[in-house]
């Protein structure tokens, strides 16, 4: 397993503990991370903190919500998790059990680039392949 793949696998397990400081440390200081709503709000979350910012936001409005990996690939500096999204919703209730992917891009051992998205296709397209 190559040292991008223990950092994004590192990535994700510490956003599915909310340790936003475990994310935080994986980070360039120029990172920018790319949640599925940005499509909808333009969210993006910059700096050494992003990932501090990102999981307590997502706290704010899910219980539970968990990425469950399936397969990952890899490219020259860039890493595609593939999975599922399970959560619910604080407050409402409302469930998700859906399939994404996490397109993580680095320099050297740091994460620059962290984008979740709702479609696989779309995210292999991205880097170049196909299912």
């Known amino acids: 397993m190559s040292r991008e793949i223990e950092i994004a696998r590192a990535a994700i397990e510490a956003f599915n503990r909310r340790d936003g400081a475990a994310f935080d440390a994986l980070l360039a200081a ?3 991370i790319t949640p599925v709503r940005s499509a909808l709000e333009g969210t993006v979350y910059r700096g050494r903190t992003a990932g501090s910012d990102y999981c307590a936001a997502v706290d704010e409005s899910w219980e539970d919500l968990i990425w469950e990996l399936e397969d990952i690939r890899e490219g020259e500096s860039w890493v595609l998790a ?10 409402s209730g409302a469930t998700i059990d859906a399939r994404g992917a996490w397109l993580v891009r680095f320099r050297g051992e740091l994460i620059t680039g962290f984008r979740t998205y709702p479609d696989r296709t779309q995210a292999l397209r991205t880097v170049g392949l196909s299912e």
Do not use: N, Q, Y
């Open 82 to 91: 593939m999975g599922r999204i399970r959560g619910s919703g604080r407050g």
């Open 30 to 32: 120029d990172a920018e």
